[in-house]
Every structure is written in C-alpha cells, then in structure tokens.
C-alpha cells in the first residue's frame, strides 16, 4: 500500500497513546454501515484484511477510517417534488409556495433515501509516535480533516 497523496500534521511531544490504548479506543467507534434513514456513516476498520484496527510495525502505526454516503442527485429529488407539487397544484387549484415547496422536496428526500446509491471510501493515516508525525493519505486538505475530526472524537 502507497500514499498517493500526503497531508502531514505534527504530533504533541508528550503524545501519551500507545498502540494498544489506540486499537482499544478505536474499536469503541467501528464502521457500521448507513442505515436506511442515514446520509452517511463513518467508522474505524483494519488497514489491513484480517488484521487489528491498528496495524503496527515498530515503533509506527497504520489505521484506517472508512466513510459511507449516500449518493441522492438533486435532478431526481426536483423531478419528483415538481411532479408531486404538479398534482397538488391541479387537486387544489393554487400553486405551492416556496416554503412548501421546501418541504415537499425534504419530504421526497427522506422518501427516497433508503433507496439511494452508496459510496464508500477508505482514508488511511501512519502514525509515527517517536517522531511527532501524522500522516493522512488524503486529496485535499478538507477531507483529511474529516479524519483527523474522526480522530479527536474517537480519543479520550
């Protein structure tokens, strides 16, 4: 396995989390995936296949965060809210306002969600304690923060 793509951080000098104490606090928090009403979920696997949430060699360690979202194009919720807004609009006589409009389209979204698209990624990060390093593989520096959020929260 190969970062493609690195967004360093600096580690406390004092950082006092060993791999054990890291594997126990990240099994707290393991991946489970979207349920039927979730947009999206996010959890702790192993970076490797049959492995431990930590994988450790030395004195360096290897976690891996993995995030699942559901995929709703806003073409296919518009579609549907204006059909629904259409028939309403010949039952009634009168068209929707915008404020119910607004709600036609968040009562459409939660209609469709459990069918919708997923899309799962895996974001992997090295840890290296003796140095002060963290190292997320990451695109951009957004989405590396999403993990290391992950982290802060997954942490005592």
């Keep these: 396995m190969y970062f493609k793509n690195l967004q360093p951080y600096?580690?406390?000098?004092?950082?006092?989390?060993?791999?054990?104490?890291?594997?126990?606090?990240?099994?707290?928090?393991?991946?489970?995936?979207?349920?039927?009403?979730?947009?999206?979920?996010?959890?702790?696997?192993?970076?490797?296949?049959?492995?431990?949430?930590?994988?450790?060699?030395?004195?360096?360690?290897?976690?891996?965060?993995?995030?699942?979202?559901?995929?709703?194009?806003?073409?296919?919720?518009?579609?549907?809210?204006?059909?629904?807004a259409d028939e309403f609009a010949k039952q009634q006589g009168y068209k929707l306002g915008r404020k119910q409009l607004k709600e036609l389209r968040e009562q459409v979204t939660q209609e469709l969600l459990p069918r919708a698209f997923t899309r799962r990624r895996r974001m992997f990060a090295w840890i290296d304690p003796v140095n002060g390093w963290l190292v997320v593989d990451a695109a951009s520096q957004s989405k590396a923060e999403d993990m290391l959020e992950q982290l802060r929260h997954t942490l005592d």
């Design 10 to 84: 600096r580690l406390s000098p004092d950082w006092p989390i060993t791999a054990e104490s890291l594997h126990e606090q990240l099994a707290k928090k393991p991946f489970h995936p979207c349920g039927a009403q979730d947009f999206e979920s996010r959890g702790w696997v192993a970076p490797r296949d049959g492995g431990e949430l930590v994988h450790a060699i030395g004195d360096n360690w290897l976690v891996c965060m993995q995030a699942e979202a559901k995929i709703l194009p806003p073409a296919v919720i518009n579609k549907e809210a204006d059909k629904r």
